[in-house]
Every structure is written in C-alpha cells, then in structure tokens.
C-alpha cells in the first residue's frame, strides 16, 4: 500500500462555475458541457448563492469564456 498521489486531478473539457454559500471561502465546482446549460446554472444559482464563473477547460487547461465576466 503505497501513499496517495499529490498530483491534482485534470478537469474534464466543459464549462466551469463554482457556488458558494454566501460569505464562505469554498464552494463547489459544477461543470457544464455546452456553455447555455452554464448560463442556465448561472440563473439557478445566483440568488440563493455567490456564483464564480471560473472558465472553461479545454485539453487540461483552463481559458477564460468570452462575452462573461
């Protein structure tokens, strides 16, 4: 039995937003795969929670989305 990887898990290719309860310090990251269902999480969530829009990974790398901040 030999100890567990430290090497950070790449994320999947999809769109990314974590949510937050409001004024906390950590959320969950929820991915989408077309960037209209983001949107729609985006309206889900932002009411009851913070929403940050984190951007959309691509080939284990993550890009900032156009047209949203």
Not at 1 to 6: D, E, K, Q, V
Request: hydrophobic share 30%.
């Amino acid at each position: 039995m030999g100890r567990p990887s430290t090497k950070p898990k790449d994320l999947r290719d999809g769109y990314y937003i974590e949510v937050r309860n409001k004024n906390k310090s950590s959320g969950v990251k929820i991915r989408r795969d077309t960037k209209e269902q983001l949107l729609l999480a985006i309206e889900e969530y932002k009411d009851i929670k913070d929403v940050i829009i984190l951007g959309r990974s691509k080939n284990g790398k993550m890009e900032d989305i156009p047209g949203l901040s």
